[in-house]
């Protein structure tokens, strides 16, 4: 491998392909589940793969991990108990727990591997894995919330990776009723819902069997996120009530730093592009 | 070539690259400029390529021309005379002319083969093309605009290639000087800026220059566009007095449809996320 070579994630459902410019293949496991792999990119620090698609970069996961948890967590009124299922990169934990107000912070991800990758390779993300709000557990993800305590948590985080494979259990109206019923009466579901240019029947779908397990109100957020399909991704908000009262005061009085989001980014997201509000709504 | 092939557009100064499936090279042309080449994608309708960089694809341009126009246009009191330099796909044009109160607008592309490959393979974005406001020219846009007359303008869009080759003259305050000149009082200049996540660098250096011709206030609006690379994009706009007023009650109440853009997505658009804020004011 030169430091002219190109790392492609071809993304047959929509035709379209992201790639980096890689210097070196630094890591390669095979789990139990999936395969594991890091590349050392020339401008986007390290890389992680899994199966072949792109996860992590150093350089833009800030976009997927603040916005899978900051406008959820200043959605709901007061989250104290947060379940992430997946992460295994720990980046979404890590950003969770910058909530003061976050009494417990489980993560349950199917992978170990996911994880010590992620502890050598971005190191950053791990930094708040030994909190003593945090709790790592590897287990499966979809068993966890259907043993979860009725009525016991706030935000429920499907941090997981594409609706195939180990993943495409957590899309279902199965899964999702689990997570309606540990869910507190005012609590949140977020799931990552795949780009909004391409994949709206996906996240249509999603939102349908939401739907089913019981969910009445979403809001669904677009951010951009180079790693992924298309550039341009989204998560899928999902409560059991009506409406969605951001606490804009406390987003911009948040005693943390976050470099996309803030207030007026939560807020902007909340209008979405006329043909992906039509899409929904059809 | 198989249904099965990939055609990438590697971006050298940001290491990373976009891609599409295509089925077949439609066209190809050498210009006295630059190399155009037509392909058919699988999901993303036709692609246009100018020396190797995805110019405009059928299925997601709306993005870029829409944010290329209507911010601009509804930020003018009332935009009567246009001036797009480059632009030679047409879709700009397009959607100038859907505003009522233009009166004539000027386009000046270099590369007539552009415009002739547009009217051939991507006809959607010509369709305006014989409205008697429009005005087609295949000249130095660098030189109409020195030539342009002092204050006759109230909207310059520099709908331009990336900063090498023959767009290079496009980037610098002699050019910018042109505009300002050019410009009324009240006009404003537009120029797509690359990618807010990549080329903060090349956006701050954009910015320097349109100051030093004279222009005090600026604005960079973020959107979404798979096909450039990140797939996340810019447009800045310049004006010579203080603050951009946001027709936002006509943007509202615009006769016309669009598939991105709306007030909202334009309000939204003006507050940068934190990272890019920081970066465009150090």
Known sequence: MTSSDWLYENFEPAGSSIGFRVR??????QSPFQKIEIFESTDWGNVMLIDGAMM???????????????PALFTHPDPKRVVIIGGGDCGTLREVLRHPGVEQAVQCDIDEQVTRMAEKYFPELCESNGDPRARILFDDGIAYMAKAATGSLDVVIVDSTDPVG????????????SCFRALKD??????QSESPLVLLDLIKAMRAEMGKAGFTTFQTLPFPQPCYPTG????????????????EADARAKPFATKYYSAEIHKGAQTLPPFVAEALTR
């Open 24 to 29: 070196a293949r630094l890591d390669e496991v």
């Open 56 to 70: 992590v970069t150093t350089r833009d996961n800030f976009l997927y991990h603040e916005m899978m948890s900051h």
């Open 232 to 247: 341009w991704w989204s998560c899928t908000l999902a409560r059991k009530g009506q409406g969605f009262e951001f606490r």
């Open 166 to 177: 180990p993943a495409e259990g957590l899309f279902n109206k199965a899964f999702f009723e």
């Open 186 to 191: 005012d609590g949140i579901l977020v799931q």
